[in-house]
Nanobody, 116 residues
Framework: QVQLVESGGGLVQPGGSLRLSCAAS????????MGWYRQAPGKERELVAV???????NYADSVKGRFTISRDNARNMVYLRMNSLKPEDTAVYYC??????????WGQGTQVTVSS
């Protein structure tokens, strides 16, 4: 059973950058599409970025041009580079299969707080 562990979050000022990492305990090669989700307080979890094994990507309009998703199947890693961060990007970020997440794969997430 694959497990996912997210890391790299923290407190950053508006306009700053962070790089999130998602480490899988097993192979993610069989999962064609991986994504990053986020959940802000009082809001539903939303999908913000998707990457396929073919390395095509797709982004939510709210992060397009600022976030970049990548994956390294050899290292069983998925990354999210976040630039030009805004206070509204504050949320707990998770990785999982996308666009339909696998219930048993949710990790603990990593907190991103954008504030001056």
């Amino acid at each position: 059973q694959v497990q996912l562990v997210e890391s790299g979050g923290g407190l950053v000022q508006p306009g700053g950058s962070l790089r999130l990492s998602c480490a899988a305990s097993g192979s993610i090669f069989s999962i064609n599409s991986m994504g990053w989700y986020r959940q802000a307080p009082g809001k539903e979890r939303e999908l913000v970025a998707v990457i396929t094994n073919g390395i095509s990507t797709n982004y939510a309009d709210s992060v397009k041009g600022r976030f970049t998703i990548s994956r390294d199947n050899a290292r069983n890693m998925v990354y999210l580079r976040m630039n030009s961060l805004k206070p509204e990007d504050t949320a707990v970020y998770y990785c999982n299969a996308a666009p339909i997440p696998i219930a048993g794969l949710w990790g603990q997430g990593t907190q991103v707080t954008v504030s001056s």
